[in-house]
């Protein structure tokens, strides 16, 4: 293959009480990427459309990534990628991770997949820290490996695949405000008491655990983040709100998708799941906040190749 179409997901990070280092693939919301084989060595971005990006690839999340894998291959051409951005920058989806994970998979299909996931995400930590101000693999791992994951570590880099239970569906809205990582990280504590640390990775362990034994209370019981989420709540408007409405109707938990705006919630079946929607927009409806609602299962494929 010259050339090929991919489908870069939007993911779900921190989920709750993992922050960091837990992450869940979200199905049909996603960037498109075509990524060629150019005569020129080395790699350029050609085309950007959606949001206003550098076409500069060394200022590029989806070029810098594409550089570092290229600087550990050898070959006489170059790459060429063109991006059809519909995750909105700042948007807590992982729009940056995204982009870093389209180009480095594109190009690896290209070249006959010589690199594993693993690695691919190792290259797509380059280009995420340009958004985020720091290397962290949360969004790229589940973009990567589909369905949840837990990145044990960055360096080296190892990543965990975390079953997910058959009827565990996402709702996410995002209220179109924009919060950048890079602040939404500054606004958070250095140190923690150890208190609220100790509730936390019992979180952690009891989610990792309902999810290999589909556990749907065991999840619900483990959804609460007492570390960050107090924190850039205040950031996002009518937070509290949502998260009551929410589980008021069904829903397992909510939570703050990433660095926010976004909002996520797990429900379920696909019932408790649309009437989590509904809840939300019964609130935002009535603000002069635009927003966007998705409803659909954890995608457990992560990135994939389009045809056409």
């Not at 459309?49 to 200022?59: I, R, V």
């Not at 569906?169 to 405000?177: F, G, K």
């Not at 919060?179 to 979180?203: C, G, H, V, Y």
């Amino acid at each position: 293959m010259d050339s090929i179409k991919i489908l870069a997901p939007a993911t779900v990070a921190n989920v709750s009480c993992g922050y960091d280092v837990l992450g869940f693939c979200l199905d049909q919301v996603g960037d498109e990427m075509i990524i060629r084989k150019v005569e020129k060595k080395g790699i350029f971005i050609s085309k950007i459309e959606g949001f206003d990006l550098p076409y500069d690839t060394a200022l590029n999340v989806a070029g810098v990534s594409a550089l570092e894998m290229y600087n550990h291959i050898d070959v006489d051409f170059g790459f060429e990628i063109e991006i059809y951005k519909k995750i909105k920058p700042g948007s807590g989806i992982g729009s940056s991770a995204a982009s870093a994970v389209g180009s480095v998979f594109g190009m690896n299909e290209l070249l006959g997949r010589p690199f594993n996931k693993t690695q691919l995400t190792t290259f797509a930590i380059k280009g995420e820290a340009i958004a985020s101000k720091c290397e962290h693999a949360d969004n790229l791992a589940p973009a990567i490996f589909g369905g949840f994951t837990l990145v044990k570590s960055i360096a080296p880099v190892q990543v965990l695949e975390i079953p997910t239970p058959p009827n565990l569906y996402a709702t996410v809205v995002h209220p179109q405000i924009e919060i950048k990582t890079s602040e939404a990280r500054a606004i958070l504590p250095p140190e923690i008491p150890m208190d609220k640390a100790i509730t936390q990775w019992a979180n952690v362990g009891s989610l990792v655990h309902a999810l290999h034994t589909n556990d749907y209370q065991l999840i619900k019981d483990s959804l609460v983040d007492v570390v960050v989420e107090p924190y850039r709540s205040k950031l996002i408007p009518h937070f509290e709100s949502v998260k009551k409405a929410v589980v008021d109707s069904g829903a397992l938990g909510c939570g703050i998708s990433g660095s926010g705006p976004s909002i996520f919630s797990l429900s379920e079946g696909p019932e408790n799941a649309k009437n989590a929607a509904e809840a939300i927009r019964s609130i935002f409806s009535k603000t002069d906040i635009a927003f966007d609602i998705y409803v659909g299962k954890i995608n457990t494929e992560g990135v994939k190749i389009l045809k056409g």
